[in-house]
């Protein structure tokens, strides 16, 4: 049964910092990963994908990088503002999430 | 381009009741799936439909159905409600070749009492 893990629960920051959000998959045979936003309440919010021939997709401040071997994803978020404070989501190509990260980056 | 929609966006309901949440994909989009998401928890997948029919299902109840339409719209039906599905239904569209590829509604929140 694919569990996902994601470190750490949550993480409180200054605004400017930069931010590394950690996945991990139990099966490691992950071929395409996506990470989401969420805002409480709210819906899902399509950040990166990275599929099956990538290794990492880059938007903005945002980069995302998925070790297949180990079935690890790395999120970075490079100088943190406070519209960044949500909760990040992972997910791999089977439909099972994490429980998310929540971020709250201070002004 | 309209996104995903759901309605409704709020329900309150009594134990024993029965529900009806619908969801309308992404312009293009062929599949839909629903998941459950409990407060502070990661979305849980209850099913997917592409074609009319369940194509894939999550570890819920058969409480839990579902019915897809010709212009891939979606409902989610939940019969014999219990104070433990109150929680956020979201629904996602996705296309048949690329099923990995998300993108989300707004959600429904259902509270059962």
């Known amino acids: 049964k694919q569990e996902v893990t994601q470190i750490p629960a949550a993480l409180s920051v200054p605004e400017g910092e930069n931010l590394v959000l950690n996945c991990s998959f139990t099966d490691s045979a992950i071929y395409n990963l996506q990470w989401f936003r969420q805002d409480p309440g709210k819906g899902l919010t399509s950040l990166l994908l990275i599929q099956s021939s990538q290794r990492e997709q880059t938007s903005g401040r945002l980069n995302a990088s998925l070790d297949k071997s180990s079935g690890r994803s790395t999120l970075y978020i490079a100088a943190s503002q406070p519209g960044d404070s949500a909760t990040y989501l992972c997910?791999?190509?089977?439909?099972?999430f994490g429980p998310g990260t929540r971020l709250s980056v201070l002004p | 381009d309209a996104g995903v929609t759901q309605s409704p966006t709020h329900l309150i309901k009594t134990r024993g009741q029965q529900v009806t949440l619908r969801c309308s994909p992404k312009s293009g989009h062929d599949t839909v799936s629903w998941y459950q998401q409990a407060l502070g928890q990661g979305p849980q997948f209850i099913f997917q439909?592409?074609?009319?029919?369940?194509?894939q299902r999550g570890n819920f109840p058969d409480r839990f159905s579902g019915h897809q339409f010709p212009n891939y719209s979606s409902e989610l039906n939940v019969n014999a409600l219990l104070l433990g599905d109150s929680a956020l239904y979201l629904c996602?569209?996705?296309?048949?070749?690329?099923?990995?590829?998300?993108?989300f509604g707004p959600g429904t929140r259902l509270t059962v009492t």
């Open positions: 439909y592409y074609e009319e029919e369940e194509r």
């Open positions: 996602a569209s996705s296309q048949s070749g690329k099923l990995y590829e998300q993108y």
């Open positions: 997910t791999g190509q089977n439909f099972v």
